[in-house]
C-alpha cells in the first residue's frame, strides 16, 4: 500500500464516520433496517493487509463508534469480530487464480456479484453479533435474525450506492 | 521452547483477536452493571460537544412544537398555581419544611438519544456543574422518561424507559395497586407493568402513574394508559398488563429533572434495614 492509497483510505474512514454518527445514527427503516455504512471502510481496506493490523483499525473505529452511540463494547465486539472473519471469508470466496490482479475488494474491481457474496454474510455476521450483545438476556432471538437480515440488506445497499457515486471506476458497470 | 514460541507468533493474530474481544465485552459487562463507573460514553467533554452542536441544528426544526408543548404547560401550571394564592379573607398556617421542599426541579434538554435498541440512553447538556447527579428521574410534560445513569461537569447520561434495566415503581390510578413498570425490548410505545397481582381488576383504557414509593420520582407523574389485559403466562399469580406510554420518545426535546433531596436520608435507611430498593 503506498501513500496515496493510505490517505485515500484515511479519507474514506473519516468521511463514513462522520456521516455514520450525524446522519445515520437515528436513522432504523421500519424499526427494523440499521445502516452500519461506517463498516464499508473496513471492507474495502486492501486485501493483502494482515489480520493484525485489521484487528486494531476495526477495534478503534468500533469503539469510536460505541462513544457515540452510547452502546460501549457492542460495536467493538461486532467490528473485531468482522475484522478477524473477513480474511477467512476473503479466502474462502477467492475467485479461481486469486487475488493477483486486483487489490482491492471494491465493487468496480470485483464486480456487483461478488461484492453481494463478499460484503453482505460479513454486515449479517456483524449485525448478528451486534444485535444479539444488545438484546443479551431479554430474549427474542426471532427479534434479533430480523433486524440483523434486514439491516445487512441495508447497509449493502448503501455500500453499492455509495461505491457507484464516489469511487474510481475502473471497469464500466 | 522455541517451537512454542513459534507456534504462539504463528497463531498471534488469534491471540489478539480472543484479547480485543474479551476487552469488547468486559467493557459491555461493566458498563451496564447498574454501578459501573462508565469512564467512556457520551458524557465526556469532546464527544458532548460534538453531539450538542447535533443537536443545535436538529432541535431547531421542532422548536416551533416545543414552544407550543412549552405555552400549553405554562397555561397548565398558572391554573393551578391560582389555588395558591393567599385570599384576603382566608386562613393560612405554613406546613412543616420536611413536608414541603422533598423534591426538587430542573430543566434540561435532550441532545442525544436512541429508541431502537435495546438498552437505549439520552444524553442531557447539564452534568455535575449545573446540579445534577446520578439517580434524578427524568420527565417531561407528556410522562416519564427516564433516570440519570451517570454526570461529568457538563453532561449527562441517563437511562431512557426505553432500557430493559430501568424499573419504575408506579400504580394504577384508579385502583391504586402498585407495581413496577419495565420495558420488554420490543415496541417503542409500549411496556409492561408488573408484579400486579391476579385478584385485582385492572381493565383496558386505566391510567398508569408513578407511586411516588421509591423516591426517585413524585406521586402521579403520568406514565401511560393499560391497552392489555391478560394473565401472565409463566407465573399465575400475576397479570400480565401492557401499558402504552404516554411519551412520545422519538420527540423528547425538553425535560424536567426531580431530585429527592432526602434520597440519602431513605436510602440509608433502607441499607441500615437491609431493604434492597429497586432502582
Not at chain 1, 461486532?78 to 478477524?84: D, E, G, K, M, P
Not at chain 2, 422548536?63 to 408543548?69: I, K, R, T
Not at chain 2, 398508569?208 to 402521579?220: K, L, Y
Request: hydrophobic share 50%; net charge neutral.
Amino acid at each position: 500500500m503506498n501513500i496515496r492509497n493510505l490517505i485515500s483510505h484515511l479519507l474514506l474512514i473519516i468521511f463514513l464516520g462522520v456521516v455514520q454518527i450525524f446522519l445515520l445514527k437515528n436513522l432504523a427503516l421500519f424499526g427494523v433496517a440499521f445502516a452500519f455504512l461506517y463498516l464499508l471502510g473496513i471492507l474495502v481496506l486492501p486485501i493483502s493487509l494482515r489480520t493484525v493490523p485489521l484487528l486494531f483499525i476495526a477495534f478503534s473505529l468500533g469503539f469510536l463508534l460505541d462513544v457515540f452511540y452510547e452502546t460501549i463494547g457492542m460495536h467493538t465486539a461486532a467490528a473485531t469480530f468482522l475484522a478477524f472473519v473477513r480474511p477467512l471469508w476473503l479466502k474462502a470466496i477467492s475467485p479461481t487464480g486469486g487475488y493477483v490482479d486486483s487489490e482491492e475488494p471494491t465493487l468496480s474491481e470485483m464486480g456487483l456479484g461478488w461484492f453481494l457474496s463478499y460484503s453482505l454474510p460479513m454486515v449479517f455476521i456483524y449485525s448478528l453479533v451486534f444485535f444479539t450483545a444488545d438484546q443479551w438476556g431479554t430474549g427474542g432471538f426471532f427479534g434479533v435474525l430480523n433486524k440483523s437480515l434486514f439491516s445487512s440488506i441495508f447497509t449493502c445497499l448503501l455500500a453499492i450506492l455509495v461505491q457507484l457515486l464516489f469511487f474510481k471506476r475502473r471497469r464500466g458497470i | 521452547m522455541l517451537r512454542i514460541l513459534q507456534f504462539l507468533y504463528r497463531i498471534r493474530a488469534f491471540i489478539l483477536f480472543v484479547f480485543l474481544e474479551v476487552a469488547a465485552v468486559w467493557m459491555i459487562v461493566s458498563n451496564n452493571s447498574p454501578q459501573g463507573a462508565a469512564f467512556f460514553n457520551s458524557s465526556n467533554a469532546l464527544v458532548g460537544s460534538v453531539l450538542k452542536k447535533q443537536a443545535d441544528v436538529v432541535q431547531f426544526f421542532s422548536l416551533a412544537d416545543a414552544n407550543e408543548a412549552l405555552t400549553a404547560e405554562n397555561a397548565e401550571i398558572l391554573q393551578k398555581l391560582q389555588l395558591f394564592q393567599v385570599k384576603p379573607d382566608s386562613i393560612t398556617f405554613t406546613l412543616d419544611s420536611a413536608l414541603t421542599a422533598t423534591y426538587q426541579f430542573k430543566g434540561a434538554r435532550v441532545i442525544g438519544s436512541s429508541l431502537r435498541y435495546s438498552q437505549n440512553y439520552l444524553t442531557l447538556n447539564k452534568g455535575s456543574k449545573h446540579g445534577i447527579k446520578p439517580g434524578m428521574g427524568i420527565f417531561n410534560p407528556e410522562g416519564v422518561v427516564g433516570r440519570v445513569k451517570s454526570v461529568s461537569e457538563n453532561y449527562a447520561v441517563a437511562f431512557s424507559l426505553l432500557n430493559t434495566g430501568l424499573m419504575v415503581s408506579s400504580k394504577i390510578k384508579s385502583s391504586d395497586v402498585f407495581g413496577s413498570v419495565q420495558w420488554d425490548g420490543k415496541n417503542s410505545s409500549e411496556a409492561r407493568l408488573l408484579f400486579v397481582p391476579r385478584h385485582v381488576k385492572a381493565q383496558e383504557g386505566d391510567t398508569v402513574i408513578t407511586s411516588g414509593f421509591n423516591a426517585v420520582f413524585p406521586e402521579g407523574i403520568l406514565i401511560g394508559v393499560i391497552s392489555k389485559v391478560a394473565p401472565d403466562a409463566k407465573d399465575p399469580n400475576y397479570l400480565d398488563l401492557t401499558v402504552k406510554l404516554n411519551t412520545d420518545f422519538s420527540k423528547v426535546n425538553y425535560v424536567y429533572l426531580v431530585e429527592n433531596t432526602q434520597f440519602t436520608e431513605l436510602d440509608s435507611l433502607y441499607r441500615q434495614s437491609e431493604i434492597s430498593n429497586e432502582y
